[in-house]
């Protein structure tokens, strides 16, 4: 009865201090705050999974997020309801402080995810081994309306949504290039890099699949995320 009381209790308090910080009675940093929005140059915490599933469909937090990190985008329109894989609250983005090989379509969480992986994961690896910035991200595109591993049947891809992107290498400060396709297997630096670039891209997409995954994904790193979380 004891335990049951106290749990009572603490959920009360928890449930006390909730309503004060969303009333505004109760001021926290931002970064802990649940419903402020999300500052992807602030290291991640344990509230950034959830700040991160509010994007989904919420154009305005969306753009606030956004907006705190380098990334040009644009909005796109939505597509119709009654397309195969119809696009809602999705964006063009078209590069920022690092370049990319193409502009590609992206879900506002896949968007924000990625601007957290650049800065929290991406650069320190690249600082760490190199000791130098990435300038450049290859990619091999986002949106495809497919199913899973282009099947005439099953379940819809996450790219089919604009939720997904293949990361096939990266290009350095000096002109170096590392690819995963030739260099996961590199004992050196380069190979070291990428390893680094896929244990920290686990820490920021839902799911990250690579070499060790399957042969499928033996030239890139599909991120994405989509309701797995899986880190291969």
Sequence with gaps: MRGSTLFLV????????????????????NRWNPWAPLDVRQQPN??????????????????????????RYGH????????????????RIQGGDVALSSSFLSS??????????????????????????????DHLGSFACRNVYNRTEGRLSQHASANALD????????GRRVSVLKDWNDDGDDGKFLRLVRDGAC????????????????????VDMGHWRVCR
Aim: with cysteine.
């Design 10 to 29: 603490l959920l009360l308090i928890c449930a006390g201090v909730a309503i004060s910080v969303w009333r505004g009675w109760l001021e926290v940093p």
């Design 46 to 71: 344990l509230l950034t999974t959830y700040k991160l599933w509010r994007l989904q469909d919420d154009p305005t937090l969306c753009d606030q997020a956004l907006q705190t990190s380098t990334l």
């Design 76 to 91: 796109q329109a939505d597509s119709a309801p009654d397309a195969r894989c119809p696009l809602t609250n999705t964006l």
């Design 108 to 137: 506002c969480p896949l968007a924000v995810a990625y601007a957290l992986f650049d800065i929290h994961a991406l650069q320190p690896a690249a600082q760490a081994v190199f000791g130098q910035r990435v300038t450049q991200v």
């Design 167 to 174: 990361i096939a290498g990266f290009r350095l400060a000096d």
């Design 203 to 222: 820490k920021h997409f839902n799911t990250v699949l690579g070499p060790d995954y399957n042969a499928a994904h033996r030239n890139h790193f599909h």
